[in-house]
């Protein structure tokens, strides 16, 4: 073990090898709890988004306006209570008053899940509303004319060109989450921020500790964000679309994404 002369590089490398597993096991954690809470959050928002983008008029039955009226007002309540309050905050509220109210001692892990879950859906809620009201209004008309219901046109038409509008934005919400999920230390859910704090408190190194457990996060970061950005390429197909058989209608010019004419 270094000794009180020792520089910072010695104790980092001193830390990287004592407690190397352990911060990787935390990253392990970590990751799965942001990957988990993203999907999971993204399933609850998709839900939510699409009853809160459901058109809503008298015309169709007083029962369902004011039953869509009541379930759009608790979702509201949902929504603005888990997006103005600090996730740090939830997490002390949901796990200590699930225990102390309703006798329910969650496992810390488990908590861990079902906190960064539900702030993730109050999120992404509000995403996928916005996405579906980016499409073009005239494609959900064009599908109502052609025979398909509401929700068949939703499915099939609507919600796939949201989804790959919003997957910027469900990207930047899964790094935001891998970072987020530090504040769960505070129920004692072993994640990176929760190792580090603990290696660190063991010897009151506290710089050189939290150096590594920063790059451990960038990196995280850092390769997530390239993968999504190549899924978002991947998604978003060639540049150019030729048409196989292009040379029997010679009268038409077609237009690639960037403006170029191809022959």
């Known amino acids: 073990m270094p000794n009180a002369q020792s520089g910072f590089f010695e104790w980092v490398f001193f830390f990287v090898k004592t407690y190397g597993s352990l911060f990787l096991q935390g990253a392990a954690t970590t990751l799965l709890i942001a990957l988990t809470g993203t999907i999971v959050g993204f399933i609850i928002g998709l839900g939510v988004g699409y ?150 408190g063991t010897y009151f190194k506290y710089f050189e500790v939290f150096f590594i457990t920063s790059c451990v996060y960038f990196v995280m970061t850092f390769t997530v964000t390239r993968l999504l950005r190549w899924l978002e390429k991947k998604m978003d197909g060639p540049d150019n679309y030729a048409i196989h058989g292009s040379q029997s209608v010679p009268d038409v010019e077609l237009i690639g994404r960037g403006g170029e004419r191809i022959d």
């Open 51 to 200: 009853v809160r983008a459901m058109p809503c008029e008298r015309e169709d039955g007083k029962v369902r306006y004011y039953v869509l009226k009541l379930v759009r007002t608790i979702l509201g309540v949902y929504i603005e209570i888990f997006r103005s309050t600090p996730m740090i905050v939830q997490s002390m509220v949901i796990f200590y008053g699930m225990a102390s109210v309703f006798h329910i001692n969650l496992p810390h892990l488990l908590a861990g899940f079902v906190i960064v879950s539900i702030n993730t859906g109050a999120y992404l809620s509000e995403i996928v509303r916005g996405g579906i009201q980016s499409v073009d209004p005239g494609q959900q008309e064009a599908a109502l004319a052609i025979g398909m219901t509401y929700g068949q046109s939703m499915l099939n038409v609507v919600l796939p060109q949201a989804i790959r509008n919003i997957l910027p934005a469900l990207g930047n919400e899964f790094v935001i989450n891998i970072k987020d999920t530090s504040v769960l230390n505070v129920i004692s859910v072993t994640e990176l921020f929760f190792v580090s704090k603990s290696a660190a």
